[in-house]
């Protein structure tokens, strides 16, 4: 298994995550401030660190055998590793 996957299928639906979160934070910030530079930025600085963390967890969801788990012992798993 490799860190960075190759399927397709995946980096559609993290780039539809990134871009609905980064619609959602830039319409956030239209309303209810001005889009300067500063806003842009942090808009867009979230992204590298968010695609480590989500490979850093699919690579370990895979590794350990997570998908064999039920979503209640799962939970506790993840936040004891992250934590």
Known sequence: MKFIPAERRFWLYHGAAMGFIAAVTLLSILLFCRLDA???ASTLAWMPPYTLVVLGFRWLYVRRG????????????VSATAG
């Not at 997570?66 to 798993?77: E, F, S």
């Open 66 to 77: 997570w998908d064999r788990l039920a979503m209640g012992q799962l939970i506790p798993i």
């Open 38 to 40: 500063q806003n842009l």
